[in-house]
């Protein structure tokens, strides 16, 4: 009964509560329309915007169909930009006028803006209120015509020391800030109101107002004058097209250094070069090398390209904090001041790094930025080809640094080590949306795409591939092109058909592993030789491949033979016959890209036992690779691999093969061999290193090695050595110490929990100007929960440290031997790899991921991740391609150690 009245009197009261929404609604609907009628006679425009038909509206980032449609649509873009910049801002304000042609006014136009402000807002004189969706702006068709549009606008955008398009660094030592911008891949409209695509190229128009005290500097050249209250007004003349990404300025109390020697005038370089520069760096600075270096570079591709260089002049400025070794934008190329400038006497490793940093820049002024990928899924054809015209311009500048050798040894291991997992991808990348676009660069793109390159080269021979090259460049001059309109060229000027070459080598992922089998008859003569290629992932594909075999017999004698093998293997008919071989190595000159392995126990007994005497540096450099990777695939014991290294260490003189040995044998010893197997071999690592020190033959290796005796230190002796160093009681010679290296071994000793360490840490503090970043990363090795809690805090900050401190400082956090301080973050690092990628700049993510399961090698730490990989079933697809890496190595080790203790 109760029931029954109170479902009656519920009835009642639901139909009196309809009859008052409807009445309140009708009221609702007048009260609008008279509030819609006030806010037309208040409006500036004639007529109020009529309502955009409602649609989901775009997604966030830039879209691959949103970037389509707009290129249908959009052509001849202009921008015009001011800034006004301040000392002490927490954000930059400006104003843009943008101006563009459309094709047709049929439908709303998205623009791309993610900033703190934006107003004023005008479309062909009418004032818009902005509509924003995630971070577009949209643009009403009503307002928009065909033909010519306008439109102009206020905006403001955050400034911080990390995490925004415009960075500010500043300078403990002195107070100055100094302001620059990085806007790659697609971060520009976070700065300023734009079509945020490399493929809409627009023209831009620069002002700057700046501190009287600043200079700046941006893409196009510049004039100054001052302002009626003194400040100044830095005008700039408007670029030929370019894509957003490559819009710069930087700005502070830099010191401007012209270089004197002018261009010559055959080359489109009409402006001498300047180097923007802090003053505590100039005496250091080496400018003369560093302008030769620029001015050679252009001289020699301006002749291999057949194309002047394109943008009038080519200013470099040394930005303090700046995150990657350098970023080519057109007419200013941005570098990490520390990459160019030593505060201490250079290794030739670091020579080495400069000059191929350098070559790579300047080699993106024509690809990159004369002719620029459509799409970011094409970033090979900027970064792939800038590493190999960089190589090829160290060849043919610096030829005493054996430029493909060099190629063989420090570009193509990063590409293997990615392309051996289920973490590669194929070069051309397929991309939806640029907000992912920072997952698409790496080694593949780095590494691989130029060794494929130079295989390609070797294929079609060196004039028809660089007329190809030329070919390309004139054809899509200041335009956008994809990789398929290169190869057309190539194609064309070498009458080859590259399209089964581009199906494996362009698109698909992964590599061969390269081996060459012998049968042998009975009586020392080979029955049968032949080349084998297999699938490094176990798909069951066969590559193109073009490559020489190194032959060597038991009386001394070598043979060369060339070898095509499309398939899956390719008999060797000139090795019929022949004696049975001491050792066969493939791909002896490195020209080939493929994973080298010495299947036959006569040819790793070999190399174990001669490589010392291996004459020829560059067969010396490949068949050391291939007896390290012969040992990741577990066909060679690691432990006789690390005493070939032990060995080598004690009289290998060139600095980049001794840095190779000393990081396969650290890694052999930390990751692969059980803890009782490495810990004799670790103390007799020191004592070799320790040994070099002293070494008169050893000058030009002497500091790298004792940055590897820092991070292998652990036994008393090796510790006091370091410390007598740091105290000036133990001289060395040829060896003067730089602040970086003097913080390294106080790092050791902090790690090590050395008596004093503490006080050489505040001493050094003392002792001069841009140290906070070395004492912060020296500190991370500090072997205590609370030490390793307090940085993984600071990890999370977006504000401070600046973000290149803090990748620098993952190898201390996970100095070696510290694997149960740094386990317990090991999940903590993959529930931030989201956040890393939202937040992070573009190499961020790999390098977190790697040193955070790079520091590992336990099952514990596996058990770890799988675990955490089973609860995260979602993770994007980009995430856990740049995890599979670090977590096939991961893996390996495991395996590689298991087998190792059972073998005991």
Same mark, same amino acid.
Request: proline share 6%.
């Given at each position: ?241 370019l894509p957003t990404y490559l819009f710069a300025f930087a700005a502070g109390p830099f010191t401007i250094v012209t270089d004197a020697t002018p261009p010559t005038p055959e080359s489109g370089l009409t402006d001498s070069m300047r180097l923007f520069v802090r003053a505590s760096k100039l005496e250091r600075m080496d400018r003369d090398a560093l302008f030769g270096l620029h001015r050679r570079s252009v001289d020699v591709e301006e002749e291999y390209f057949g194309y002047p260089y394109p943008f009038k002049k080519l200013d470099s400025v040394l930005c303090p904090g700046f995150p990657y070794g350098g970023m080519e934008h057109a007419g200013a190329i941005f570098y990490r001041e520390s990459a160019l400038v030593f505060d201490h006497d250079p290794t030739e490793l670091e020579l080495l790094r400069r000059s191929s940093l350098i ?254 005497? *291996?004459? #020829? /540096?560059?067969?010396? =450099?490949?068949?050391? &690779? $291939? !007896?390290?990777? %012969?040992?990741?695939?577990? @066909?060679? +014991? ?13 009289? *290998?003189? #060139? /600095?980049?093969?001794? =840095?190779?040995?000393? &990081? $396969? !044998?650290?890694? %052999?010893?930390?990751?692969? @061999?059980? +803890? ?26 002497? !500091? ?201």
């Amino acid at each position: 009964m109760g029931v029954e009245v109170a479902a009656v009197a519920a009835g009642t009261d639901r139909k009196k509560t309809r009859d008052l929404s409807r009445t309140l609604l009708r009221m609702m609907r007048a009260l609008l329309l008279v509030a819609v009628l006030l806010l037309q006679g208040c409006s500036m425009s004639d007529e109020p915007d009529p309502p955009s038909p409602p649609t989901a509206g775009p997604a966030a980032g830039i879209d691959l169909e949103l970037a389509r449609e707009r290129e249908r649509r959009v052509r001849e873009v202009q921008y015009a930009l001011s800034f006004d910049l301040q000392k002490g801002m927490a954000s930059v304000a400006g104003t843009i006028e943008l101006t563009f042609e459309l094709a047709d006014a049929d439908a709303d136009l998205v623009l791309d803006f993610d900033g703190e402000e934006l107003r004023d807002l005008r479309i062909n004189g009418t004032e818009v209120t902005p509509r924003q969706i995630e971070n577009h702006v949209i643009l009403p068709a009503a307002r928009l015509k065909k033909g010519l549009n306008i439109l102009g606008a206020r905006f403001r955008s955050r400034v911080a020391a990390t995490g925004t398009p415009l960075t500010v660094y500043k300078d403990a030592s002195d107070g100055a800030e100094y302001l620059y911008t990085l806007v790659v891949p697609a971060d520009a409209h976070r700065l300023f109101p734009c079509f945020d695509q490399p493929g809409l190229k627009g023209r831009f128009r620069l002002e700057l107002t700046t501190p009287p005290d600043w200079v700046a500097v941006g893409n196009g050249k510049e004039t100054v004058a001052h302002t009626a209250d003194g400040r100044k007004r830095w005008t700039y003349l408007t670029t030929p097209p370019l894509p957003t990404y490559l819009f710069a300025f930087a700005a502070g109390p830099f010191t401007i250094v012209t270089d004197a020697t002018p261009p010559t005038p055959e080359s489109g370089l009409t402006d001498s070069m300047r180097l923007f520069v802090r003053a505590s760096k100039l005496e250091r600075m080496d400018r003369d090398a560093l302008f030769g270096l620029h001015r050679r570079s252009v001289d020699v591709e301006e002749e291999y390209f057949g194309y002047p260089y394109p943008f009038k002049k080519l200013d470099s400025v040394l930005c303090p904090g700046f995150p990657y070794g350098g970023m080519e934008h057109a007419g200013a190329i941005f570098y990490r001041e520390s990459a160019l400038v030593f505060d201490h006497d250079p290794t030739e490793l670091e020579l080495l790094r400069r000059s191929s940093l350098i070559y790579h820049e300047v080699s993106h002024q024509w690809f990159g930025n004369l002719v620029t990928m459509r799409w970011f899924d094409d970033l090979w054809l900027k970064e792939g080809f800038a590493t190999f015209v960089g190589y090829r311009v160290l060849d043919q500048l610096e030829p005493e640094r054996k430029a493909w050798m060099r190629f063989h040894q420090r570009v193509k291991p990063s590409a293997f080590r990615i392309d051996v997992t289920d973490g590669t991808t194929p070069i051309w990348q397929k991309l939806q949306n640029l907000a992912d676009a920072k997952s698409a660069y790496g080694p593949i793109v780095y590494n691989k795409a130029p060794a494929v390159l130079r295989e390609l080269e070797n294929r079609l021979g060196a004039d028809a591939f660089r007329n190809g090259v030329r070919a390309f460049l004139k054809r899509f001059e200041f335009r956008n092109a994809t990789w398929r309109d290169l190869l057309e060229n190539l194609a064309s000027a070498s009458g080859e058909d590259l399209g089964p070459w581009s199906e494996r080598w362009i698109l698909d992922r992964g590599m061969p592993r390269i081996s060459v089998e012998i049968e042998e008859d009975g009586q020392g003569r080979i029955a049968r030789a032949r080349l084998v290629q297999t699938d490094v992932l176990g798909e069951d594909r066969s590559w193109p491949l073009r490559l020489n075999v190194l032959v060597g017999f038991a009386d001394g004698s070598r043979k060369i033979v060339s070898v095509t093998c499309d398939d899956a293997s390719a008999d060797i008919a000139e090795l019929q016959g022949q004696p049975t071989p001491a050792f066969v190595l493939p791909n002896p000159d490195g020209v080939c890209y493929g994973q080298v392995v010495l299947k036959d126990a006569r040819s790793r007994g070999h190399f174990s036992s001669q490589l010392g005497a *291996e004459s #020829d /540096p560059m067969v010396k =450099a490949a068949a050391f &690779s $291939a !007896l390290w990777d %012969t040992v990741k695939i577990g @066909l060679h +014991p690691p432990a006789r691999f690390a005493d070939t290294c032990l060995q080598l260490l004690e009289t *290998e003189r #060139d /600095p980049q093969t001794h =840095a190779s040995l000393a &990081s $396969a !044998l650290l890694t %052999t010893l930390r990751r692969y @061999l059980p +803890p009782e197997q490495a810990a004799g071999r670790r103390r007799r690592t020191a004592g070799v290193l320790t040994q070099l020190l002293g070494e008169p033959w050893a000058a030009s290796i002497r !500091l790298q090695v004792l940055r590897r005796l820092a991070g292998v230190s652990n036994d008393d002796d090796s510790l006091r050595l370091l410390e007598g160093i740091l105290d000036g009681k133990v001289e060395v010679p040829d060896l003067a110490l730089g602040s970086r290296d003097r913080f390294l071994l106080v790092a050791a000793l902090l790690a090590n929990q050395r008596d004093g360490a503490l006080a050489r840490l505040e001493q050094l503090e003392q002792g001069g100007q841009d140290l906070a970043r070395w004492t912060y990363l020296a500190r991370a090795a500090i072997p205590t929960p609370e030490n390793k809690a307090t940085y993984w805090s600071t990890y999370l900050e977006l504000e401070t440290p600046p973000e290149q401190w803090v990748q620098g400082s993952l190898g201390y956090f996970h100095w070696p031997n510290q694997e149960s301080l740094t386990l317990p973050y090991l999940k903590r690092a993959l529930d931030q790899a989201e956040w890393v990628k939202q937040n992070r700049k573009i190499f961020f993510m790999p390098a977190w991921l790697e040193a955070f399961l790079g520091a590992h090698s336990s099952k514990e730490a596996l058990d770890i991740v799988d675990t955490w990989l089973r609860e995260h079933p979602d993770l994007p697809p980009d995430i856990r391609r740049k995890l599979d890496v670090p977590l096939h190595e991961l893996r390996r080790a495991v395996r590689i150690r298991t087998a190792g203790s059972a073998s005991r």
